[in-house]
């Protein structure tokens, strides 16, 4: 079964950091364009950041400068860095994207696979 499973949410201070990874496990052949997005109670789901195979990044104005997203394709891993956090940042962070897989023998693609959330609260 291939999936992707985020990790390193917590609780942190205001001003503190924190790091997520999102690693894609399964036989998996190779990662493609990913993407953090988070939900805080009672809102839309927001886009973060995300970063394309390439490696070019984008990122939601509210974290411009505060986060940082990069991959690390040997390991199937995304991870997002999370600086100068605060109260507003707090929501379940989520990974997203596309990956190829081994299944049956054949190469198959994920298509807008997510993962199952990791909690971030930002509080003093």
């Known amino acids: 079964q291939v999936q992707l499973v985020e990790s390193g949410g917590g609780l942190v201070q205001p001003g503190g950091s924190l790091r997520l990874s999102c690693t894609a496990s399964g036989s998996i052949f190779t990662l493609y364009s990913m993407a953090w997005y988070r939900q805080a109670p009672g809102s839309q789901r927001e886009l973060v950041a995300s970063?394309?195979?390439?490696?070019?990044?984008n990122y939601a104005d509210a974290v411009q400068g505060r986060f940082g997203i990069s991959r690390d394709d040997a390991n199937n891993t995304v991870h997002l860095q999370m600086n100068s956090l605060k109260v507003e940042d707090t929501a379940v962070y989520y990974c997203?994207?596309?990956?190829?897989?081994?299944?049956?023998?054949?190469?198959?693609?994920?298509?807008?696979?997510w993962g199952q959330g990791t909690q971030v609260t930002v509080s003093a």
């Open positions: 970063i394309t195979a390439g490696g070019s990044a």
């Open positions: 997203t994207g596309d990956f190829s897989y081994y299944s049956d023998g054949e190469r198959r693609v994920a298509y807008d696979s």
